[in-house]
């Protein structure tokens, strides 16, 4: 190992602590600048002293001069030493860091996160496993997705350059993609809207993210279902808002309980109510717009599930029938493609703005361009409408199934609740059984069981259970439901 002397004043220094290993796999340069940025860093090597010349350092440790130049210059761009033509390099005079006890480990980031942040990490929403899906509320069959077929409008896009797809650009969404969205809903669904109004987004969460953003200020009221979905709940306290409960009770929204409130918002799902799968009455639907209308409060329809409906006709969206333009209307193909598509969509009442557009840049937001063309071109070519009618049908089997089955095998633990509509159905819990104690025993069992409880935020909750069947073929149905059964035994 080579001792290098470097000079401060009329004072040697001894650098004996660089050492270059011939066989390591990292580049010689590499080394040498790490190790002289570390000596730096400790101290060894202080402010305003100076390194050896490159010609000496390569000479004394055997190594080509351009690797010196390398890690000199790399030390200067980070700004550990200083060049000037005709002198030597010279450390540079960094502050020094404030000395503090050292700490064991890695810090714990959720003691350090914001007010904000702890309404997010402490939210109580849990996410999916790959492990585990059987139960998995909200979760598409994948394995009946036509990946092949997909693959090959993906790859289209890829194959041919354009910088319609690939670029920083179409903020509110690729244009074709936000065409063939507005037709789709406004024939499905009864949506009144032109491609002008719709914003593609992220996903439905990005959706409400960028909404609780845009139309809310922190300390505003927001009239939310009760018990409703905890990804919207997020949303919302993340924004600072006050929640207030709109309750849900035997398929009723009781809109004639609301008292004095006069909210900034309300946050439903009448299509398919999440948790509890009711479907809003028109008789209330003309009531809830009436009160928006007098309160002044927008709504913000998530249309959840509305595609699978089982034992009724489908219901159009509350938004067709709001005459005044209070409402913005979510939708997704998270739960009509696959989830990892990530491509969400509102409809405003008025054409999207570039300043709206820029926010939903800014918020990150946007879906990638060139899957937003892919799934254009998905929907142009019949695809999306054939996939949907085949799942419709299939799920309809499944649930019809599912719940004759749950019903004869865990009709002493449970008892249905909803009415037939959405990937998952929910049931009330006979006894005086706790749901968080059913499910934490049902994970051990590699069951993915979500407690009904967790969706009430303001009264005392419901004990029941959200059981996804979506998933699950008949065979598999039977060992889910077997298992279960045994949980409950085991807690008997």
């Not at 350059?161 to 024939?187: C, K, N």
């Amino acid at each position: 190992m080579a001792k290098t002397r470097t000079n401060i004043g009329d004072h040697e220094v001894v650098i004996d602590m660089v050492y270059i290993e011939e066989r390591s796999g990292t580049p010689r340069y590499q080394q040498l600048y790490e190790q002289l940025r570390a000596l730096i860093r400790r101290g060894t090597l202080r402010a305003g002293m100076c390194l050896p010349s490159s010609r000496a350092l390569s000479r004394d440790l055997g190594i080509a001069r351009n690797t010196v130049i390398t890690a000199y210059g790399q030390l200067e761009t980070e700004g550990y030493i200083e060049t000037s033509l005709g002198s030597l390099a010279r450390v540079t005079n960094l502050p020094s860091l404030e000395t503090a006890t050292p700490q064991t480990g890695q810090i714990d980031l959720v003691d350090h996160i914001s007010v904000r942040g702890h309404s997010l990490a402490y939210q109580n929403h849990a996410p999916g496993s790959p492990r585990i899906n059987f139960f998995q509320p909200g979760m598409p069959d994948m394995r009946e997705f036509p990946f092949p077929l997909w693959r090959r409008f993906v790859n289209e896009q890829l194959k041919y350059y354009s910088e319609d797809v690939f670029g920083y650009h179409s903020f509110s969404g690729f244009q074709p993609l936000r065409e063939e969205i507005a037709s789709y809903v406004e024939t499905a669904r009864s949506v009144r809207c032109s491609p002008e109004q719709i914003l593609v987004t992220n996903g439905a969460q990005s959706a409400m993210i960028l909404i609780a953003q845009l139309f809310t200020d922190p300390g505003d009221d927001i009239l939310f279902e009760e018990p409703g979905y905890t990804g919207a709940q997020g949303a919302f306290l993340a924004a600072g808002t006050k929640l207030r409960p709109l309750h849900v009770r035997d398929g009723e929204w009781q809109i004639n309980k609301l008292g004095k409130i006069r909210p900034k918002l309300i946050y439903l799902t009448p299509s398919c109510q999440f948790p509890l799968g009711q479907t809003m009455r028109m008789e209330q639907r003309l009531k809830l717009i009436n009160y928006s209308m007098n309160c002044g409060a927008w709504i913000l329809e998530d249309d959840f599930d509305s595609e699978y409906r089982f034992l009724t006709k489908p219901v159009p969206a509350l938004q067709g029938i709001a005459q005044n333009d209070c409402t913005l209307y979510i939708g997704t193909f998270s739960k009509t493609l696959f989830p990892a598509l990530r491509i969400g969509f509102v409809a405003f009442p008025g054409p999207v703005t570039d300043e709206i557009g820029k926010a939903n840049f800014l918020l990150g937001n946007t879906a990638p361009l060139f899957l937003q063309s892919a799934l254009a071109e998905f929907i142009k070519h019949g695809h999306f409408a054939k996939h949907l009618r085949r799942m419709k049908r299939i799920y309809g089997n499944r649930r019809t199934m599912f719940t004759d089955l749950v019903q004869r095998k865990l009709g002493k633990w449970l008892e249905p609740l909803d009415a037939g509509s959405g990937l998952q159905t929910a049931w009330r819990l006979r006894g005086n059984y706790s749901d968080s104690e059913v499910c934490y025993k049902a994970i051990e069992n590699d069951l993915r069981v979500t407690p009904l409880s967790i969706h009430y935020l303001h009264s005392p909750p419901t004990q029941g259970l959200i059981l996804g069947y979506a998933t699950m073929d008949e065979g598999e149905a039977e060992r889910a439901v077997g298992q279960l059964r045994c949980v409950f035994q085991q807690l008997e």
